[in-house]
């Protein structure tokens, strides 16, 4: 289902087949009519849950909070990626990132590449917290990205930086080194195909970035996050989402 030796080796693997296409067609259906919970608008920057009650919005893209009855997600897709969870944490306990759940609804514009590790590996608001130098070796969490759509490089598909997962950053210059990890990353990312009824699943220290869509399509796909228990903890402490 998903190779395991991949994702060793480069920090991200795409999954075989594992969802049924017209299950996945019908919630890309639902997810089309769920109202924003935040995103970027084209013309005007951020965009919160307080103003998408405006109706001439201009989306660039948006987030929205994921369905917590849809059965398809709660007994087909969270078992199956729960199942991998159990897999690549071995003997560590590990929980979702509730705060982490949506489904990304990406619409024609060019994105800036934005290269960047996911939590709980970089904290933006708080850089000088660096859990993977004084936890326990191994994955803190593992990121799946489930299409709606078919993802490809036309459309946005998430560009990877292989290999970038076997290093420990010092991200308390982050911000200093932005433009440097930009360079970086457009010289040395991949861009794979996602089908419809597969899945991504990338190490959180994966160098990786959304890349344009360059499509008249809506781009939709489920995001979920399992993080190890004592990262989990970390960020209870330190009061981090």
């Known amino acids: 289902m998903l190779n395991k030796v991949h994702l060793d080796r480069d920090g991200f693997a795409i999954s075989d087949k594992v969802f049924s296409e017209d299950d996945i067609t019908s919630l890309d259906k ?3 009519n769920l109202k924003p919970f935040i995103g970027m608008c084209k013309r005007r920057g ?3 849950n307080k103003d998408v009650h405006l109706t001439d919005i201009d989306w660039a893209y948006y987030w929205s909070e994921t ?3 849809n059965l398809f997600i709660n007994d087909t897709i969270i078992p199956v990626l729960s199942n991998i969870c159990d897999l690549l944490f071995e003997d ?5 990132q509730l705060t982490n759940r949506y489904i990304i609804s990406n619409y024609n514009h060019e994105y800036p590449v934005y290269p960047h590790l996911d939590a709980p590996y970089l904290w933006p608001q708080k850089l000088e917290v660096q859990m993977a130098k004084y936890l326990p070796k191994g994955p803190l969490s593992v990121t ?16 990877f930086v292989p290999g970038t997962h076997k290093y420990i ?4 210059d982050w911000n200093q080194v932005s433009e440097h990890r930009k360079t970086f990353f457009n010289d040395n990312f991949v ?6 009824g597969s899945f991504s699943c990338f190490y959180g220290n994966c160098m990786h970035s959304v890349m344009s869509n360059r499509t008249n399509s809506v781009r939709r796909g489920l995001i979920f996050r399992g993080i190890r228990e004592d990262a989990l903890k970390e ?4 009061g981090l989402g």
């Open 144 to 159: 799946f990205m489930i299409p709606l759509i078919e993802f490809t490089p036309e459309n946005g598909a998430t560009g």
């Open 92 to 96: 560590h306990s590990w929980d979702w």
């Open 67 to 69: 369905p917590h009855d």
């Open 235 to 238: 960020m209870s402490k330190f």
């Open 46 to 48: 951020w965009v919160d």
């Open 191 to 196: 861009q794979p195909s996602v089908p419809l």
């Open 30 to 32: 639902l997810a089309s």
């Open 169 to 172: 950053y010092d991200t308390s």
